[in-house]
Nanobody, 117 residues
Framework: QVQLVESGGGLVQAGGSLRLSCAAS????????MGWYRQAPGKQREVVAI???????NYADSVKGRFTISRDNAKNTVYLQMNSLKSEDTAVYYC???????????WGQGTQVTVSS
């Protein structure tokens, strides 16, 4: 079992920055990739960024050049640095972790990000 707790969300003006954190606990040595997803009101959950266990990253086109995902394995934490925020970035942001041995993806509870224009 893996538990994920997100933090760092809040209200920010357009053009501003926020840094989200996701702390993992439990059987953390079994975690492979980790990622950030978001879900805006009335929309489906979508991928924002993913980072592999070796540090390889992938981003949604809508956030490339503005968001950076990183991972501190010593702290069992994944981060999402969000710069040049836009109103369309407003959503609940979720962290997830893929555990191959469980054949399962674990999810956090989410953290709200609101960007005012």
């Amino acid at each position: 079992q893996v538990q994920l707790v997100e933090s760092g969300g809040g209200l920010v003006q357009a053009g501003g920055s926020l840094r989200l954190s996701c702390a993992a606990s439990g059987i953390i040595f079994s975690i492979d990739s980790m990622g950030w997803y978001r879900q805006a009101p009335g929309k489906q959950r979508e991928v924002v960024a993913i980072i592999s266990s070796t540090g390889m990253t992938n981003y949604a086109d809508s956030v490339k050049g503005r968001f950076t995902i990183s991972r501190d394995n010593a702290k069992n934490t994944v981060y999402l640095q969000m710069n040049s925020l836009k109103s369309e970035d407003t959503a609940v942001y979720y962290c997830n972790a893929y555990v191959p041995s469980d054949r399962r993806v674990y999810w956090g509870q989410g953290t709200q990000v609101t960007v005012s224009s």
